[in-house]
T-cell receptor, first 113, second 116 residues
């Protein structure tokens, strides 16, 4: 079982719709959770971080965290074609003595005009 | 506008050659990460430094890869000898870790390596 799992997609939504991206993780000790956006041929770009259970909103983006169920999600409201990218979920894992991020394989999102 | 910089942006080399990739972390950041990204494996952590000390390089093939931080403004990743399977995009990321908890990481633009 992978430590951080995401549906690879592709996920297609029409412009203006809500895109919902999900991520589950295996390490119950994880404390920090991140969503990165990666456009084709570009580097990952941080868009959201969340540390506590519940929702965190930033503009059109809402991150949701449920530590009991070990999942984190990202909602994109009023999706735009410019949101088309791969979204990477990252979790602060604790292998040994080093604290570092473990990334999921990413979900490819396409917003159709 | 503080950014992580990486050189070269693209590198094409022949199998058996040495490849050196460089990274300049954001000024003031004390953690540096090297990742490799391929279509098949996704984003894999190769090495992790904090305050220039290597903390984890378990993801790195030891026989051919080496990572160093000669000073706080430069991190290097070397492959010697290179092999076609090393073809990938190599990202450097940096972050600020004052409490011992690795947190937000900022990625550089990457080095796209092709080994023929």
């Amino acid at each position: 079982q992978k430590e951080v799992e995401q549906n690879s997609g592709p996920l297609s939504v029409p412009e203006g719709a809500i895109a919902s991206l999900n991520c589950t993780y295996s390490d119950r000790g994880s404390q920090s959770f991140f969503w990165y956006r990666q456009y084709s041929g570009k580097s990952p770009e941080l868009i959201m971080s969340i540390y506590s259970n519940g929702d965190k909103e930033d503009g059109r983006f809402t991150a949701q965290l449920n530590k009991a169920s070990q999942y984190v999600s990202l909602l994109i409201r009023d999706s735009q074609p410019s949101d088309s990218a791969t979204y990477l979920c990252a979790v602060n894992a604790l292998p040994g003595s080093a604290r570092q991020l473990t990334f999921g394989s990413g979900t490819q999102l396409t917003v159709l005009p | 506008d503080a950014r992580v910089t990486q050189t070269p942006r693209h590198k094409v080399t022949e199998m058996g050659q040495e490849v050196t990739m460089r990274c300049q972390p954001i000024l003031g950041h004390n953690t540096v990460f090297w990742y490799r990204q391929t279509m098949m494996q996704g984003l894999e952590l190769l090495a992790y430094f904090r305050n220039r000390a290597p903390l984890d390089d378990s993801g790195m093939p030891k026989d051919r890869f080496s990572a160093e931080m000669p000073d706080a403004t430069l991190a290097t990743l070397k492959i010697q000898p290179s092999e076609p399977r090393d073809s990938a995009v190599y990202f450097c990321a940096s972050g600020l870790d004052p409490t011992g908890n690795t947190d937000t990481q900022y990625f550089g633009p990457g080095t796209r390596l092709t080994v023929l």
